[in-house]
């Protein structure tokens, strides 16, 4: 009973769910749509960050800074902290000398992950302080479209009926997305039953999220992921009118 209730539920987002082994994947490149022509590039391993900042000095000629090790305070900290160094080296052009590569610390950088696609990264250069709250930078949509095989695991509470607690169910998901990222999906559990959906697919930087309905409920699917072998991504999933409730994460192999 709970694995087919889990899989009727195909659905939303807990924010800041674990895509890393540590966290929310900071991994992208944020900026602010208002101000172009600077960003910083989070690369994330485990719980440590590598920010590499671009902006501008006072003579509005090109800059660079580096955080090599941002690092949380404390386990399960969303706040990651570093030094922040200006590096010099040897001209890109000609033969690579080592010993002409320099590195000062100019100051600390701070990035806190607000929401799955907000964060405020605050830096200091030399005395002076920036604080600036940052999206993930989106160029180009994800195809999503495919077959998937896999699983969903999670757990249900408020539904009474003996369907509450955590659950495994092996499925399969098919999801077409079209041009104007409109997208159907459908998602089969062991057993038989089948959930279809109608929806939108949205995208910021490398998340994406499905927003639609059924007549298994509402979806609200985020962290939507893909690459050439498979799928993941986060999920809630709810019916109207009722406190009955589902949160877990899906993962599949492109078939």
């Known amino acids: ?39 910083v590039n989070f690369i994330q391993q485990d719980d440590t960050l590598f920010a590499t900042l671009f902006v501008y000095g006072t003579d509005g000629k090109p800059a660079w800074y580096v955080a090599p090790q941002m690092a949380p305070p404390a386990s399960g900290s969303l706040t990651f902290t570093g030094d922040l160094y200006a590096t010099t080296g040897p001209w890109f052009g000609g033969a690579f000398d080592p010993a002409s590569v320099g590195v000062r610390k100019v100051g600390t950088a701070t990035f806190t992950l607000d929401s799955v696609t907000e964060g405020t990264f605050t830096y200091g250069v030399d005395g002076v302080n920036v604080t600036k709250h940052v999206v ?24 009474g009926q003996g369907l509450d607690g955590y659950s495994e169910t092996p499925i399969t998901v098919v ?6 990222n409109n997208v159907a999906l459908s998602e089969s559990a062991a057993g038989g039953s089948t959930c279809n959906y109608t929806g939108t697919y949205s995208q910021a930087g ?13 979806i609200d699917a985020g962290e939507v992921q893909t690459t050439i072998a498979g799928i993941t991504l986060r999920l809630v999933a709810s019916r109207s009118g009722s406190s009955c ?11």
């Open 1 to 39: 009973m709970k694995r087919l209730f889990a899989a009727a539920l195909l659905a939303a987002i807990p924010f800041l769910a674990s895509a890393t082994t540590y966290s929310t994947d900071v991994t992208d490149l944020w900026s602010i749509s208002s101000e172009s022509g600077w960003g």
């Open 136 to 159: 993930r930078q989106l160029w180009r949509y994800d195809l999503i479209s495919g077959t998937y095989v896999g699983a969903l695991s999670g757990t249900a509470s408020g539904c």
């Open 175 to 180: 999801i077409a997305q079209d041009a104007a």
């Open 206 to 218: 490398r998340m994406g999220r499905i927003l639609g309905s059924g007549g298994c409920g509402d």
């Open 245 to 255: 409730r589902f949160v877990g994460s899906i993962a599949g192999t492109r078939r």
